[in-house]
């Protein structure tokens, strides 16, 4: 078998993993990658973040085309959905993206290696792919990624019954759709196919939705959702889904049974560390699947290294690129950091959700005092002007010094505002801060001012 050799091997392909091994060459590091798809980026570029932005991109003009346009005096008859054509323009979307990585690890000079990769020992991968291969390296990062969780319960067949990937592909729109889990890859998923035509029924184990986010901001976006034409079912539980011929039955806790024609199962990530070798060099994982590593992301052996999803923390690909960045900088002896304490997350749904830093429950539960600005996009002249008034921005900010301590907004475009909130509190920015910075206007970005001037209670356009 054929050995070759590199400072850096990184095991696996997505956003933690190819963003470490390009930043890893930047700085002269000789690197090679190792991912066992055909393509490089991960779950997030192949089957996760961007494809399914790209459904709900086109859903929402679907629905607005059906629906939305009337009101600005545009009148369309007829409006058809082509399936196959919305299917293809995500496809090449993610061909392009994928197609980027290989092109800037050529350009970087990062060496990829298409194959499934394996401890052999401590500084070796066994590479089993059309030319299997072992790679020696001083130092290996594990960037592993996640998959899909799975209910033993629910009988998976990826066509009839599947998770967020089956769901990315429906070959037609099912006619009822049941969502089990209500966090933001249910919702995203069950929102595009509520577009296209589907009935979406979403069940949920907890009392609401979008647990982790802050409670007024998911409470807003459960009824907005209800609207909508979700059907929402709190409280509960899922004992079975099971095919039956060309349907499904999705057995209730103290229910009815469900019948429908697609289940998607949404109930959360797990690590893939399974079948990575780990006990070759006598790596264990937690009983979750997690890999413990120390604040210079280095496990309990030597010279490996893990970052991203199978560390634990937020599974976001954003999260995990900032851990691969910063991983390969403190190997280069460069002194970067993360701050956990900022890192965004949003719900590309529509209205989008974006929150960063704590929220409401979070300060409460904590005893820590602090002081409330709110701005309605109601209020805002750019959100009025394109039909999107629904919505708020919250600013949540410590009584004694007024630093920002949580943004949260649910609105048009909360998504890209969000990032003014993480920049502020990135350097520590106070309320005051954000109200003394002039905002362009007519732009949606006034609603944050708005919201910093309301913590003082000074808010000019809101009663």
């Not at 980026?41 to 085309?65: D, F, M, N, Q, W």
């Not at 460069?334 to 929150?355: F, G, K, L, M």
Request: hydrophobic share 40%; with cysteine.
């Amino acid at each position: 078998m054929k050995t070759v050799q590199h400072d850096l091997v990184v095991l696996g392909g997505g956003p933690a993993g190819y963003v470490a091994a390009i930043r890893a060459a930047q700085l002269g590091i000789d690197t090679a990658c190792i991912d066992e798809n055909p393509r490089f980026g991960g779950t997030c570029l192949r089957v996760g973040c961007i494809p399914s932005k790209a459904l709900l991109e086109s859903s929402h003009l679907y629905e607005e085309a059906n629906h939305g346009l009337s009101e600005h005096g545009v009148q369309i008859n007829g409006v058809e959905l082509h399936l196959d054509k919305l299917m293809a323009r995500k496809e090449k979307i993610v061909d392009t993206l994928t197609g980027g990585i290989n092109m800037l690890f050529k350009k970087r000079g990062v060496t990829p290696y298409q194959g499934r990769g394996r401890f052999r020992d401590v500084n070796t991968i066994q590479v089993d792919g059309e030319e299997p291969l072992l790679i020696e390296a001083k130092r290996i990062l594990i960037c592993a990624g996640s998959h899909p969780a799975k209910l033993g319960s629910v009988e998976e067949d990826n066509d009839r019954i599947g998770n967020s990937t089956t769901a990315l592909s429906f070959p037609d729109v099912p006619e009822r759709l049941v969502v089990i889990g209500g966090g933001y890859i249910g919702l995203e998923l069950g929102s595009v196919w509520n577009r296209l035509g589907s009935e979406v029924i979403v069940l949920e184990a907890m009392d609401r939705i979008l647990p982790g986010i802050d409670n007024e901001i998911a409470s807003i976006a459960h009824r907005t959702f209800k609207r909508q034409g979700l059907d929402f079912r709190t409280n509960t539980f899922v004992d079975s889904a099971k095919r039956n011929g060309e349907k499904c039955v999705v057995a209730i806790k103290d229910g009815d049974p469900i019948e429908c024609d697609r289940v998607l199962l949404s109930t959360g990530r797990t690590p893939a560390t399974d079948d990575l070798g780990l006990e070759s060099i006598g790596l264990e994982t937690d009983t979750r699947g997690f890999i413990a590593v120390d604040n210079q992301f280095e496990t309990a052996v030597e010279n490996v290294y893990a970052t991203g999803d199978c560390i634990g923390g937020a599974m976001l690909a954003h999260k995990a690129m900032e851990e691969g960045i910063v991983c390969v900088e403190r190997m280069a002896g460069i002194q970067s950091h993360i701050n956990y304490d900022v890192i965004p997350a949003i719900v590309y749904t529509h209205p989008e959700i974006a929150t960063v830093g704590t929220t409401e429950e979070q300060l409460k539960e904590a005893g820590v005092q602090y002081n409330k600005g709110v701005s309605p996009f109601g209020a805002n002249g750019r959100a009025r002007t394109l039909g999107e008034h629904e919505g708020r921005v919250k600013i949540l900010a410590d009584q004694e010094t007024d630093r920002v301590l949580g943004v949260h907004i649910i609105g048009a475009r909360a998504g890209d505002l969000i990032a003014e909130a993480a920049a502020a509190m990135e350097f520590g920015a106070s309320s005051e801060d954000i109200a003394r910075t002039c905002h362009a206007h007519p732009t949606l970005a006034e609603a944050v001012h708005e919201a910093a001037m309301d913590v003082d209670k000074r808010a000019i356009h809101t009663a």
